[in-house]
T-cell receptor, first 113, second 114 residues
Framework: GESVGLHLPTLSVQEGDNSIINCAYSNSASDYFIWYKQESGKGPQFIIDIRSNMDKRQGQRVTVLLNKTVKHLSLQIAATQPGDSAVYFCAEADDFGNEKLTFGTGTRLTIIP | DGGITQSPKYLFRKEGQNVTLSCEQNLNHDAMYWYRQDPGQGLRLIYYSQIVNDFQKGDIAEGYSVSREKKESFPLTVTSAQKNPTAFYLC?????????????FGSGTQLSVL
């Protein structure tokens, strides 16, 4: 079946450096992608989303890049702060098949002071 | 303050007991969802509802039941048929559940077996 996966389960980054979290997806029909941040014991918080008609989208300190050719999604966090430590999930959906979001297993980001 | 409220934060179930997790939203969203999260895993969809008095099974509905009598409320019952209920349960809502749209999550309920 279709799945969404992450390349690395854990990532440690020095405070102030940039972080890049990667996500691979296998459903070529996926047309909507979203990133969530989840802190321990809390519900996921929306970070940023992107549709398949775009390659890049920027938010505050975050950028999502979509490469449809290789079915790869990445989340870039600029100038990481201690508050960025969390688990980050990507999820995907397609309007004509599995409309409901399918979530990956998550990457734990740890910021080193 | 608009949002999704889940209660209780922690819940303990005895063997053979049914327990109900509460989820209320004041976002005026049509669609609501229940997800299960196990340690080190992603979110798996249990049930979802796009309109009052209607709901559909997700990927792991066995051992669970839901109701949607009001737009604001979507309680989840974990029945005794669910043999491995220990998990973190997340409720979410979205504007209309029509497909590619972001979900708004509650703060979760941790269910454990005594």
């Amino acid at each position: 079946g279709e799945s969404v996966g992450l390349h690395l389960p854990t990532l440690s980054v020095q405070e102030g450096d940039n972080s890049i979290i990667n996500c691979a997806y296998s459903n070529s029909a996926s047309d909507y992608f979203i990133w969530y941040k989840q802190e321990s014991g809390k519900g996921p918080q929306f970070i940023i989303d992107i549709r398949s008609n775009m390659d890049k989208r920027q938010g505050q300190r975050v950028t999502v890049l979509l490469n449809k050719t290789v079915k790869h999604l990445s989340l870039q966090i600029a100038a990481t702060q201690p508050g960025d430590s969390a688990v980050y999930f990507c999820a995907e959906a397609d309007d004509f098949g599995n409309e409901k979001l399918t979530f990956g297993t998550g990457t734990r980001l740890t910021i080193i002071p | 303050d608009g949002g999704i409220t889940q209660s209780p934060k922690y819940l303990f179930r005895k063997e053979g007991q049914n327990v109900t997790l509460s989820c209320e939203q004041n976002l005026n969203h049509d669609a609501m969802y229940w997800y299960r999260q196990d340690p080190g895993q992603g979110l798996r969809l249990i049930y979802y509802s796009q309109i009052v008095n209607d709901f559909q099974k997700g990927d792991i509905a066995e051992g669970y039941s839901v109701s949607r009598e009001k737009k604001e409320s979507f309680p989840l019952t974990v029945t005794s048929a669910q043999k491995n209920p220990t998990a973190f349960y997340l409720c979410a809502s979205s504007i209309d559940g029509g497909g590619s749209e972001k979900l708004f999550f509650g703060s979760g309920t941790q269910l454990s077996v005594l």
